[in-house]
């Protein structure tokens, strides 16, 4: 009988151990190449790019979808969003599939949400016992860009419209009851937004999801990348200061740069340059070909670049 009941606990052991292990195994970890740039010798100005892989879990994992809004002062901002989204949601979807936690950040829409299941998750997250003190507020800059220049001009706005072409778009924009410099009511139609997803645009409700559920990497993407994604309150610089494993998807996002500005490159190049200054200083980027396959995304009108 002893015996019996012996055999009985060793196969039940067995098969939870089966159990257990399956599920991990249908859950397979998100395959990264993290970039960076180092400097070759300290305060030489010159710097190396390296590589890292690492396998994040993807329960440990969120992606911030940074200020994908539906319209924008810049036309030609508007027209790259508008290219760069179908790729995105298809991203997203995929993510989500693998147990990756979508946060949808569309700053300044939060009234247009008010009601969704997804926004009523990020205001009842529980304050996290870690809470930093600034999650608040926008991060300019941190400590180690100190070390660096910054890499474009961009006081003016950094619109890159034709003149006459922005002023008719900004006619439009009023047309339509708009305010033409901040015409953004919701995230773009193309991002699908789930009920199980969250939708936030403040730092200390983002920064509470991430703690409940114990997520340690964050993915960010988004517009604009000198300007939103790199400084708001749950932007790169906030997650980088305050001990996050955070990094972009470099071909995820587009700038405010206008090549009319110093240094003098096309918009496509400006954005490159501040990504640069972002692997030197502030944190690793990535790729969505690591996650969907095929090729890194580009933009129809960007210029070929010799390797």
Not at 161 to 170: C, G, L, N, T, V
Request: glycine content about 6%.
């Amino acid at each position: 009988m002893f015996s019996s009941l012996h055999h009985l606990r060793r196969w039940a052991c067995l098969l939870s151990t089966v159990a257990v292990t399956s599920t991990f195994a249908a859950v397979p970890s998100l395959q990264l190449t993290l970039q960076k740039r180092v400097e070759t010798k300290p305060t030489s100005g010159e710097f190396r790019v390296t590589t890292t892989a690492e396998a994040w879990q993807p329960k440990q994992t969120a992606i911030i979808v940074c200020d994908m809004w539906d319209l924008h002062h810049c036309k030609n901002a508007v027209t790259r969003e508008v290219e760069l989204a179908p790729r995105m949601n298809t991203l997203l979807e995929k993510a989500r599939t693998q147990g990756v936690f979508i946060i949808h950040a569309p700053s300044s829409c939060m009234k247009f949400y008010e009601t969704h299941p997804a926004r009523e998750r990020a205001k009842a997250a529980p304050k996290a016992a870690n809470l930093p003190t600034d999650i608040g507020v926008w991060c300019k800059q941190i400590p180690a860009e100190e070390l660096g220049k910054y890499p474009i001009d961009q006081t003016d706005g950094g619109e890159d419209d034709d003149p006459k072409e922005h002023a008719a778009w900004a006619e439009e924009l009023k047309a339509k009851g708009l305010n033409p410099r901040a015409p953004w009511t919701r995230q773009i139609d193309v991002l699908k937004i789930y009920d199980h997803d969250a939708i936030s645009d403040s730092g200390v409700e983002i920064w509470n999801l991430l703690e409940q559920r114990g997520i340690s990497n964050v993915i960010l993407m988004g517009v604009h990348v000198n300007m939103c994604v790199a400084g708001r309150p749950f932007g790169l610089r906030q997650m980088a200061k305050n001990g996050k494993r955070v990094v972009l998807m470099r071909d995820f996002t587009d700038s405010m740069y206008n090549p009319a500005r110093w240094p003098f490159v096309d918009h496509f190049r400006g954005t490159e340059l501040f990504i640069e200054h972002l692997e030197k200083y502030v944190c690793p980027t990535i790729t969505s070909d690591q996650m969907l396959g095929g090729k890194p995304f580009t933009f129809s009108t960007a210029p070929l670049r010799k390797n």
